[in-house]
């Protein structure tokens, strides 16, 4: 039975990888990775490991591996629909069955769409009805009514009923609005109220239109919590969406300021600053990076200057630059978060802030710098070593040029003294790459998933750079245009990558998202096991679109060519990669 790919979206979203199989087996955190021994062969070494990025799990001992649906079937021994059907009871979600359902799916959907428009035109009118806690509370805060109407902001009274009576009237259940995440349910007799009551409303709004979700900031100043946030619904996955990005998209220059707060937002927006997001209620996420970067080559991070701040700062570097969008880091000081410094300092001054934002690698020394003592021989030793560790990770040799001269400078040593330490790293953290590219590539040959492509050995180079695409587009969605423009499937040589190259261009062309794809469906378990290997550990460089460029001719120049590569290591394989490249383009 084909289930609908939206609904295993839904589900994979519902269902955590790391919650699921942390269900059966002891995980712990390595990095953004969890490991444990695997539960599908004996082992006292730890080699089986799940990939939140990529929601999967992969046993460098035994060769299995999969998604949270394929984890269920091998553990629980059930089939596609049985596994789908147990998580989705775990989820306490109905598995579409047939063409009814789907239908059915579709007008609850629409009915939940027009509940949000109903309840925010609501809200809006309750907040311009006249003199009432809200306005009192936009006026002491500076907000204008052009950024009132600007966001569609709104009040939700004081009251259990307000909008639940409204809804009534307009013939929505009782359960159809608690569904929404409009309604809450009382624990003592059953009852249902208002979730949002006393608060001011930010309605989130998707990049089609529709408004479907909330966000309401307290007006009591001891209310808690501070603000409270939709749960996810049919219609709303808070770590999907970014509020104000459909209103910032339009007009960017190529630019976007993210923000931790709805009233950052809003108020940078009536200061000029029009593209300004935020993510609602939740830690920043992979796919909200994925969001950023479809609009914006740059991306400015104006988090709170606190602790958490601070931290969600680092992740969001990390997920943004491993998408290929260009980072600054606004570092303000004398003010808590952009709302308060442009009540401080003005417009100007936080304009020249954005202009003077620094890297990451300057935000990271800055931020290193701060917690030593330079002055004492010791700590000036430690920041020295530190720094020397982050400039030798930058994939870029003129960078690290860069900052070693600063370093240099900084610390009082030659220049030459301080590249050749950062050169001495670099070469390890290369060695220590490589060596474990090889040992994946080895066991990949050595173990069952060689046997799975089995033209893989005689067309090792086209097969590495077919692999490393296949990666490529499913990583990134967004250059699934742009490679099936330059290649087709039947231009793979190997013949199980150009299956699963069509399969991914296929589903995605369908309006899949790469979260649903069930590569179940389609390939058995070995197959399935060799997917998920390449998925988790394909080398990507910074600009993704130039290595699938790169990748792309590669397997054009190859051709029926049999190159004896079986031998190369990872970095002379690539050497070759980039010889015929240069080849071609001349």
């Known amino acids: 039975m084909a289930i609908d790919s939206s609904f295993i979206s839904e589900l994979k979203l519902r269902c955590p990888i790391e919650e699921v199989i942390g269900s059966y087996v002891t995980l712990k955190r390595a990095g953004s990775r969890y490991v444990a021994c695997c539960p599908f062969h004996n082992e006292k070494t730890p080699s089986f490991t799940v990939f939140t990025d990529t929601s999967s799990y992969y046993c460098f001992g035994c060769g299995a591996g999969g998604d949270v649906i394929t984890f269920i079937m091998n553990r629980e021994n059930l089939d596609y629909v049985e596994a789908v059907r147990l998580l989705a009871e775990r989820a306490g979600l109905s598995v579409p069955e047939n063409g009814e359902a789907t239908e059915g799916k579709k007008q609850n959907r629409e009915r939940m769409l027009q509940m949000h428009r109903l309840a925010a035109r609501h809200y809006y009118n309750n907040l311009i009805a006249g003199d009432n806690a809200c306005m009192r509370y936009l006026a002491k805060r500076g907000l204008s009514m052009s950024s009132v109407r600007r966001y569609g902001l709104g009040f939700a009274k004081d009251s259990f009923d307000d909008l639940k009576n409204l809804l009534l009237k307009n013939g929505y259940s009782l359960l159809e609005m608690e569904s929404a995440g409009l309604l809450a349910k009382s624990r003592k007799n059953g009852s249902f109220y208002d979730k949002f009551r006393n608060r001011l409303m930010f309605p989130v709004i998707d990049l089609r239109g529709n408004v479907i979700a909330f966000s309401g900031r307290t007006l009591d100043p001891d209310g808690i919590p501070k603000y409270m ?53 939740t830690a920043f996420t992979t796919e909200q990076a994925r969001k950023i970067s479809q609009y914006a080559k740059t991306a400015v991070i104006a988090f709170d200057s606190d602790n958490a701040g601070q931290k969600a700062t680092n992740k969001a570097i990390e997920y943004l630059r491993s998408l290929g969008v260009s980072v600054r880091v606004l570092q303000m000081q004398g003010a808590k978060d952009p709302d308060e410094y442009i009540k401080t300092y003005g417009r100007e001054r936080f304009s020249m802030l954005i202009n003077r934002s620094k890297t990451p690698t300057e935000y990271q020394l800055d931020k290193l710098k701060e917690t030593l003592d330079l002055t004492d021989t010791a700590q000036k030793m430690e920041y020295s070593d530190k720094s020397s560790d982050i400039i030798a990770r930058l994939p870029s040799k003129i960078e690290r040029e860069i900052y070693a001269g600063m370093l240099a400078k900084e610390l009082e040593i030659s220049v030459e003294t301080v590249k050749s330490d950062i050169e001495r790293r670099r070469r390890n953290i290369e060695k220590a790459e490589q060596r474990r590219t090889v040992s994946d590539e080895q066991r990949a040959i050595a173990g069952s998933t060689d046997r799975v492509n089995v033209h893989r050995r005689e067309n090792l180079l086209a097969a590495r750079a077919e692999e490393t695409l296949i990666v490529i587009l499913y990583r990134n969605p967004d250059l699934l245009h742009d490679i099936c423009d330059k290649i087709t499937p039947q231009d793979f040589i190997t013949q199980f990558n150009r299956e699963v190259f069509e399969f991914i261009t296929d589903s995605l062309k369908n309006d899949s998202s790469a979260q649903s794809l069930s590569f179940d469906e389609k390939f058995d378990g070995a197959q399935t096991s060799k997917i998920m290997f390449l998925l988790n550990t394909a080398v990507l460089s910074d600009d993704t679109r130039s290595q699938a460029n790169d990748c792309i001719r590669t397997i054009k120049l190859q051709g029926n060519k049999k190159i004896d590569a079986a031998k190369l290591d990872a970095k002379e394989l690539m050497s070759l990669i980039k010889k015929e490249t240069e080849k071609d383009e001349h």
């Open 229 to 281: 946030n939709s749960p996810d619904t049919e219609i709303y996955r808070k770590g999907n969406i970014l509020f104000g990005l459909n209103l910032a998209k339009e007009k960017n220059d190529g630019m976007l300021i993210l923000c931790e707060g709805n009233i950052d937002v809003v108020m940078l927006a009536q200061e000029g600053f029009r593209n300004a997001v935020a993510p609602l209620g």
